[in-house]
Nanobody, 118 residues
Framework: QVQLVESGGGLVQAGGSLRLSCAAS????????MGWYRQAPGRQRELVAT???????NYAASVKGRFTISRDNAKNTVFLQNNSLNPEDTAVYYC????????????WGRGTLVTVSS
């Protein structure tokens, strides 16, 4: 099993910045992809960004150029630097770890709320 704990959410004004962190623990496979997803009220959960153990990143078009994902493999931690936030970024942000096994397995954190005021 893998446990994920997010931190860093909060209230910020439009144009501001936040840095989210997610620490993974437990039986973490060497091959994995870590990432962030978000879910706004009344909307489906959507991809924000992912990063492989080799540092290959992928971003949603809506956050490209504003958000930066990074990870510390030694500490099994992933970060999301959110800049130039706008009210449309308000959502619960969930950390995800996809274990690349014979059958890929997804693990989720409980989420951290980001609220951007106009």
């Amino acid at each position: 099993q893998v446990q994920l704990v997010e931190s860093g959410g909060g209230l910020v004004q439009a144009g501001g910045s936040l840095r989210l962190s997610c620490a993974a623990s437990g039986s973490i496979p060497n091959l994995n992809i870590m990432g962030w997803y978000r879910q706004a009220p009344g909307r489906q959960r959507e991809l924000v960004a992912t990063i492989t153990t080799r540092g290959i990143t992928n971003y949603a078009a809506s956050v490209k150029g504003r958000f930066t994902i990074s990870r510390d493999n030694a500490k099994n931690t992933v970060f999301l630097q959110n800049n130039s936030l706008n009210p449309e970024d308000t959502a619960v942000y969930y950390c995800n770890l996809r274990a690349l096994l014979f059958v890929d397995t997804d693990y989720w954190g409980r989420g951290t709320l980001v609220t951007v005021s106009s």
